[in-house]
């Protein structure tokens, strides 16, 4: 939504300010609706070939994001820290209960006590797949954090495809709008013989072009590229917390520890107060 009140104000900045200065705004609105079918439909168009429908897809899931927000708030963290609390600790007294819990994390009561993680197919993969590897003896610390910083940074790849081809997409729309007010000038051209005020309209509307290319990709495409890569990011700090939490327990630290590593790994904005995560676990030993 913040992304969406930027554009407006960009775009009252923008227009407002043109025809404070004493612009006409007809010129534009006439050409308007051209331009943005050269312009915007060259883009789309391009987009559509330069990309697979994988990325066509996360585009469009990334672009619901940039209205929706970041999806994990200071609850979620305190959530994750209160599960992955509970799974160490049924770890260390009863590892039969836990594997039994993490091979059907689907239908364990456990994960479904906090419905945004278990819905979350990476969160769940993470947790469970990395503690099966524990029960399976690889005990080796050092080879499940790299196990896991490896499937982390995998994961941050594939969630910013859809920012890096909003990115070339903002990168191509100025030329796309010299496209466009080349064309016009063609045209402009082509009417050579008309009166001057009429060939001063023609030009000025290929020139729309231009500023159209330049101010999506600017004003709007760019800044929505950029934002949707913070959110993706922000998502992988949520990730990034569960290898804190897990490697750490690898190294034979108690849950509680191992509990609070993360919890100070949390970004600031989201992290849990130490007094608020201790009454989290403490409302949940007791309903328990």
Known sequence: MVALLGVLLTLIMVFGGYALAGGKLGIIIAALPFEMMIIGGAAMGAFIAGNNMAVIKHTGADMKAL???PRFGKKDYQDLLCLLHTLLNLGAK?????????????????????PNIAKDKHAIEIICDTMRSMIMNFDNAFQVEEMLEKQLLQMKEDSLHGAHALGRMADALPALGIVAAVLGVIKTMASIDKPPEILGQMIGSALVGTFLGVFLAYGIVGPWAERIKQLREEEQAFYGLIREVLVHWLHQHPAVMCVEVGRRNAPDKVRPSFLELDDAIRSMKKAA
């Open 67 to 69: 209205i929706s927000g």
């Open 94 to 114: 009863d590892p039969t209960e836990l594997e039994k819990a993490i091979e059907d994390p689907g239908n364990s009561p456990i994960f479904q006590e906090y």
